[in-house]
């Protein structure tokens, strides 16, 4: 049905790279979520009341904060779509991150208030009124919220939202939930003692978990998360596809929001090759990867010495001394200047974020010490690499 929807109410619903397609396909999925859960709601609020239950109006007042989540997503979804302006070169594709965040704390603030109202209800308990046709209604509102799941998880992934995929498990985590306040509102009926106000602080404990969750992973795309192995291992394939590149290292990755990804890697050549010809050759690379993956890379090329025994000699014992250290050790941008009292062997070393700062200048030193124990006349430059990809 959404797809239907989708073709109904979006223009070129199909191309999902048009940022203007992304967000009518967000502002699609919030206002069908602020429908629904408006009228979830009002029903479940009316249930509630005339049952007595804090464990239901504790389910109503999650499906409001979904409405206001819904509101938020929308406004994120125009504002992530603003182009890019001086104050602002990279876009303002990062709102759909404020908005999710945004989103999580509405469930949280929601959740606290609801485990104060379950204590309240433990505190003072009271009677709740069984009603069997007020059962039922609640059992068909499930079906509405796993419609809403399907729907937000379709769009989160078309166009790959997190905004939409957080709501989609704010979804799930809503029939789970009211799963549960059904089954303890049925159970408690024939029990001798009231449970509601307990229920009441599940369900308000597992909507902030829920809040919390969403916060994290937001939080982790603002401050700049680990890209993911993919898209990495997409990318360093299609680099490493054409026989005039040797290696690469130093891919970075920027992440300002769906759609803007923007990254940068050292592509090492023959010191000796055609560099209009590798030239040509790293035009069409960058050209390829924005087109397949929606990445715009800068690639900066590394000359490196290929076929010179007395360079690759040089190379493997610092490999093989650093790899006996830690074998995590990965050595690059390696070249030598030579003399007849002194070598300096200059490179790059990546030593994993396992170790501390004080520790990675400890095996610089002992790889530097092993080093001209074999060679009296080898003087290491060495700058240690952070790990980016």
């Known amino acids: 049905m959404v797809k239907f929807i989708a073709k109904r109410f ?11 397609v992304r967000e009518d396909y967000c502002v699609l999925g919030g206002v069908l979520g602020a429908i629904c859960n408006i009228v979830l709601f009002l029903i479940k609020l009316f249930i509630g009341l005339a049952m007595n239950s804090i464990a239901v109006m504790s389910d109503a007042f999650n499906n409001l904060s979904d409405m206001g989540s819904c509101i938020v997503a929308i406004i994120g979804a125009k504002l992530s779509n603003r182009l890019p302006d001086k104050a602002h070169p990279y876009g303002h594709g990062r709102f759909e991150y404020i908005s999710s965040l945004i989103v ?7 959740g606290f208030e609801l485990l104060k109202g379950s204590f309240e209800k433990i505190r003072n308990p009271e009677e709740t009124v069984f009603s069997l046709p007020m059962i039922i209604i609640l059992v068909l509102s499930l079906s509405v919220k796993l419609w809403m799941y399907y729907t937000y998880s379709y769009i989160g992934k078309t166009i790959n939202s997190t905004v939409m995929k957080a709501s989609a498990r704010d979804s799930i985590n809503d029939v789970i939930s009211t799963s549960a306040v059904i089954a303890a509102t049925i159970a408690g009926h024939f029990l001798p003692f009231a449970i509601d106000g307990f229920v009441g602080l599940i369900v308000a404990v597992y909507i902030i978990y829920g809040g919390y969750k969403i916060a994290k992973e937001t939080i982790d795309l603002l401050l700049g998360a680990h890209p993911s192995e993919e898209l990495i291992s997409a990318i360093g394939g299609e680099v490493m596809s054409h026989s005039e590149i040797c290696g690469l290292h130093d891919l970075i990755i920027h992440d300002y929001g769906p759609g803007r990804i923007f990254a940068s890697v050292h592509a090492e050549v023959p010191d000796n090759s055609d560099f209009v010809h590798i030239h040509e050759i790293i035009d069409k690379i960058e050209h390829d990867i924005m087109h397949d993956m929606g990445v715009q890379l800068v690639i900066h090329m590394d000359p490196i010495a290929v076929n010179n025994e007395r360079v690759d000699s040089f190379k493997s014992l610092i490999n093989e001394i650093a790899r006996d250290i830690d074998e995590s050790c990965n050595i690059h941008d390696f070249r030598i200047t030579d003399g007849e009292d002194k070598i300096n062997l200059i490179f790059d070393i990546i030593i994993r974020d396992k170790f501390k700062p004080q520790e ?4 610089v030193e002992e790889i530097k010490r092993r080093a001209t124990e074999k060679d009296p006349r080898l003087n290491l430059v060495v700058t240690i690499d952070e790990v980016f990809s």
């Open 10 to 20: 979006i223009k070129n619903s199909g191309d999902t790279e048009d940022k203007k």
């Open 360 to 363: 990675r200048e400890e095996i």
């Open 104 to 110: 999580s704390f509405i469930i949280m603030l929601v």
